[in-house]
């Protein structure tokens, strides 16, 4: 058995459907449990009509549901199979009915409630879900749809929920793995519900989360997560073109390049599938061939000692100087606190004797922070700074690493470097202008051979 995780763009077309079926298709041995999004961008579309009606514009919100109903109409129109019609035509029919007493609801009450968030919400992965059940078959698939919230048990923090994993388990198990030995299973990501019934929802793009719960409730072999991108890749193609797809990555080393890498996957939300040992896989839904990258719970072991470089622009470094700080303690903590007032979350840190430097990507609050911070300290805010990350695992047993970094950069002031912390990555600060001369330099350094087991 696996889990093959669809997002909402794998999804958002009657094309795009098909592509999904066609994957589906070539691995029905595997006996897949498959896993769906909402189409397109139909969740962020029901949210703003649930805002409008909780703004008194009931009549532009049921518009808005309308159109929704034509657009999953048309697409799923041009593939459910003559036989499915009336199903179809009566599944959209009812769902729609239910959104719009619910968007009644919503501006009745004049608010919408996390609990009408998590309703809102939910019509979306409950329609693609039951939708693409209906479309299988019409591809040779003998399909049956999994209502996510018969199975997924969760708490009742509205929009946030999270599992309650040994019942969840348990459904998975017994109810959604016999399924498996005589159909593919379709389940709504993102969606839950708790012990008394309530629709509830894991958050935004929860549907990640919610296959790993599933891999790991049916004890999948492996979790496919089929998205637009091929994988982890040795380098950000947006600072640097020509990067190679990293093959293998351990967990602890994907979770370092989360905070940069936007678009794939976080790995928080595949933790289930790490602690039962599921290998996850990144896959691409328009380029299939290709392998994607896996990613495993232990040590990848790697003749590259980096496996990736991220980085991310537009950073402010904060250096804060106090003479005070000599010998005294508690000034790290007063200078925390005033990040944590303005809600400001610290990335890199660095500090000497006398000097703290630390770095931050949201400057929303940070004339408030430096007036702060100058009570106490001399200040120095300093924009447009990039940080980029080396990341492998093997990064702390090789020798002469530091010596190749500033070889590669002997052109490049660095402002900032940190290492240690979690002992896989080295992470330096350069201005914004000199992020991609550094990475090529980097990259040219750490990856002019690859080890073929692991990099494409
Ligand atoms: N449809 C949900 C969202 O847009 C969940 C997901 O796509 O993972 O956030
Ligand atoms: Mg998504």
């Given at each position: 058995?696996?889990?093959?995780?669809?997002?909402?763009?794998?999804?958002?077309?009657?094309?795009?459907?098909?592509?999904?079926?066609?994957?589906?298709?070539?691995?029905?041995?595997l006996?897949p449990?498959?896993v769906?999004?909402?189409m397109?961008?139909?969740?962020?579309?029901?949210?703003?009509a649930?805002?409008?009606?909780a703004?008194?514009?009931?009549?532009?919100?049921?518009?808005?549901?309308e159109?929704?109903?034509a657009?999953?109409?048309r697409?799923?129109g041009?593939?459910v199979?003559?036989?499915s019609?009336?199903?179809?035509?009566?599944?959209?029919?009812?769902?729609?009915?239910?959104?719009?007493?619910?968007?009644?609801?919503?501006?009745a009450?004049?608010?919408?409630?996390?609990?009408?968030?998590?309703?809102?919400?939910?019509?979306?992965?409950?329609?693609?879900s039951?939708?693409?059940?209906?479309?299988f078959p019409?591809?040779?698939?003998?399909?049956?749809?999994?209502?996510?919230r018969?199975?997924?048990?969760?708490?009742?923090?509205?929009?946030q929920?999270?599992?309650?994993?040994?019942?969840?388990?348990?459904?998975?198990?017994?109810?959604?793995?016999?399924?498996?030995a005589?159909k593919?299973?379709v389940?709504g990501?993102?969606?839950?519900a708790t012990a008394?019934g309530?629709?509830?929802?894991?958050?935004?793009?929860g549907?990640?989360?919610?296959?790993?719960?599933?891999g790991?409730?049916?004890?999948?072999?492996?979790?496919?997560?089929w998205?637009?991108v091929?994988?982890?890749?040795t380098?950000?193609?947006?600072?640097?073109?020509g990067g190679?797809?990293?093959?293998?990555?351990s967990?602890?080393?994907?979770?370092?390049?989360?905070?940069?890498g936007?678009?794939?996957?976080?790995?928080?939300?595949?933790?289930?599938?790490i602690?039962?040992?599921?290998?996850?896989?990144?896959?691409?839904?328009?380029?299939?061939?290709?392998?994607?990258?896996?990613i495993?719970?232990?040590?990848?072991?790697?003749?590259?000692?980096v496996?990736?470089?991220a980085c991310k622009?537009?950073?402010?470094?904060?250096?804060i100087?106090?003479?005070?700080?000599?010998?005294a303690?508690?000034f790290?903590?007063?200078?925390?606190?005033?990040?944590?007032?303005?809600?400001?979350?610290?990335?890199l840190?660095t500090?000497?004797?006398?000097?703290v430097?630390v770095?931050?990507?949201?400057?929303?609050?940070?004339?408030?922070i430096?007036?702060?911070?100058?009570?106490?300290?001399?200040?120095n805010?300093?924009?447009?700074?990039s940080?980029?990350?080396?990341?492998?695992?093997?990064?702390?047993?090789t020798?002469?690493?530091g010596?190749?970094?500033?070889?590669?950069?002997r052109e490049?002031?660095?402002?900032?470097?940190s290492?240690g912390?979690s002992?896989?990555?080295?992470?330096?600060v350069?201005?914004?202008e000199?992020?991609?001369?550094?990475?090529?330099?980097?990259?040219?350094?750490?990856f002019?051979?690859?080890?073929?087991?692991?990099?494409e």
């Amino acid at each position: 058995m696996i889990v093959m995780k669809f997002g909402g763009t794998s999804v958002e077309s009657a094309a795009a459907i098909e592509r999904v079926a066609g994957i589906v298709r070539s691995r029905l041995g595997l006996r897949p449990l498959v896993v769906v999004s909402a189409m397109g961008r139909t969740t962020n579309r029901l949210l703003a009509a649930a805002d409008k009606a909780a703004a008194g514009n009931l009549g532009d919100a049921l518009r808005d549901a309308e159109d929704l109903l034509a657009y999953h109409r048309r697409e799923a129109g041009r593939l459910v199979p003559a036989e499915s019609r009336a199903r179809m035509e009566a599944l959209l029919e009812q769902h729609f009915t239910e959104l719009e007493a619910t968007l009644e609801r919503i501006a009745a009450a004049g608010q919408v409630t996390p609990a009408l968030w998590d309703e809102t919400a939910s019509y979306g992965e409950r329609l693609s879900s039951a939708l693409i059940a209906l479309i299988f078959p019409a591809f040779g698939i003998p399909a049956v749809h999994v209502d996510a919230r018969a199975v997924l048990v969760t708490d009742s923090r509205h929009t946030q929920a999270l599992p309650l994993y040994s019942r969840t388990y348990a459904r998975f198990k017994e109810q959604v793995a016999p399924l498996l030995a005589e159909k593919v299973a379709v389940m709504g990501g993102f969606i839950g519900a708790t012990a008394s019934g309530e629709t509830t929802t894991l958050g935004r793009g929860g549907s990640d989360f919610s296959a790993a719960i599933a891999g790991a409730g049916i004890g999948a072999a492996e979790i496919q997560i089929w998205t637009d991108v091929d994988g982890m890749l040795t380098c950000d193609p947006r600072v640097l073109p020509g990067g190679r797809l990293v093959k293998r990555i351990s967990f602890a080393e994907a979770a370092e390049l989360a905070y940069f890498g936007a678009k794939v996957l976080h790995p928080a939300t595949v933790q289930p599938a790490i602690e039962k040992n599921i290998p996850v896989r990144i896959l691409n839904s328009r380029r299939p061939d290709v392998c994607g990258t896996l990613i495993v719970a232990d040590t990848v072991s790697c003749r590259n000692p980096v496996k990736s470089i991220a980085c991310k622009r537009g950073i402010t470094v904060v250096e804060i100087r106090s003479l005070r700080m000599l010998m005294a303690h508690g000034f790290l903590r007063r200078i925390f606190e005033v990040f944590d007032r303005y809600q400001t979350p610290v990335d890199l840190v660095t500090t000497s004797e006398v000097c703290v430097a630390v770095t931050i990507d949201q400057p929303r609050y940070i004339g408030e922070i430096e007036r702060e911070l100058a009570r106490i300290s001399d200040v120095n805010v300093i924009p447009d700074q990039s940080i980029i990350c080396l990341v492998g695992d093997a990064l702390r047993e090789t020798p002469g690493i530091g010596a190749r970094i500033f070889t590669a950069l002997r052109e490049i002031n660095v402002r900032m470097i940190s290492q240690g912390a979690s002992f896989n990555n080295v992470s330096l600060v350069v201005r914004d202008e000199d992020l991609v001369p550094a990475v090529s330099a980097l990259h040219e350094e750490f990856f002019r051979e690859v080890d073929p087991e692991v990099f494409e």
